[in-house]
Antibody, heavy 117, light 107 residues
Framework: EVQLVESGGGLVQPGGSLRLSCAAS????????MDWVRQAPGKGLEWVGR??????????EYAASVKGRFIISRDASDYSLYLQMNSLKTEDTAVYYC?????????WGQGTLVTVS | DIQMTQSPSTLSASVGDRVTITCRAS??????LAWYQQKPGKAPKLLIY???SLESGVPSRFSGSGSETEFTLTISNLQPDDFATFYC?????????FGQGTKLEIK
């Protein structure tokens, strides 16, 4: 069973940095695409970015709203996905979800709250 | 970016009703369209993928249809557990984009 557990959220000041982690289990971590998706309080869902699989050299894609500020990476040795968030803005306040794709279908973590204030 | 527009934004219905939610894309997404259900404080749950394929374990009263730019999610015989917010998402072109959501309320 695919399991994803996010951590690292918290309160940070505007202009600050934060790194989120997502611990993955139940699938071959290196062979699957993974995304970050966020949801501001009371708002809809926003796709943040993606890291592709090992066969595609873990290439990344980003939403325009975070490109140049956020970096997605993964550590294959401990099955962890990361989201490094720099130059944070108040509008980055959201619950951040990690999403893993197996057989083309998404599996979601429970999310971690980031508050920029 | 591909814009996804859902209608209506809010929908009031009763248990046993049949409801339809529409999602329109600003350009063709072929059949690369998913539907999610989200309840307060929870992660979204996948209902439909590739426009009309039912995710395993999802009740058959949920169905999806459409292609290119127009899609629908239909829920037949509404049950109390179905009341939630629903989102469509295109996954053909980066950045992947979601609709703004449709809140399904009990009448």
């Amino acid at each position: 069973e695919v399991q994803l557990v996010e951590s690292g959220g918290g309160l940070v000041q505007p202009g600050g940095s934060l790194r989120l982690s997502c611990a993955a289990s139940g699938f071959t971590f290196n062979d699957h695409y993974m995304d970050w998706v966020r949801q501001a309080p009371g708002k809809g869902l926003e796709w943040v970015g993606r890291t592709k699989d090992r066969g595609r050299d873990y290439a990344t894609e980003y939403a325009a709203s975070v490109k140049g500020r956020f970096i997605i990476s993964r550590d294959a040795s401990d099955y962890s996905l990361y989201l490094q968030m720099n130059s944070l803005k108040t509008e980055d306040t959201a619950v951040y979800y990690c999403v893993a794709y197996t057989s083309g279908l998404p599996h979601w973590g429970q999310g971690t709250l980031v508050t920029v204030s | 970016d591909i814009q996804m527009t859902q209608s209506p934004s809010t929908l009031s219905a009763s248990v046993g009703d049949r409801v339809t939610i529409t999602c329109r894309a600003s350009q063709s997404v072929n059949i690369w369209l998913a539907w999610y259900q989200q309840k307060p404080g929870k992660a979204p749950k996948l209902l439909i993928y590739k426009a009309s394929s039912l995710e395993s374990g999802v009740p058959s009263r949920f169905s999806g249809s459409g292609s290119e730019t127009e899609f629908t999610l239909t829920i037949s015989n509404l049950q109390p557990d179905d009341f939630a917010t629903f989102y469509c998402q295109q996954y053909v072109t980066y950045p992947y984009t979601f609709g703004q959501g449709t809140k399904l309320e009990i009448k």
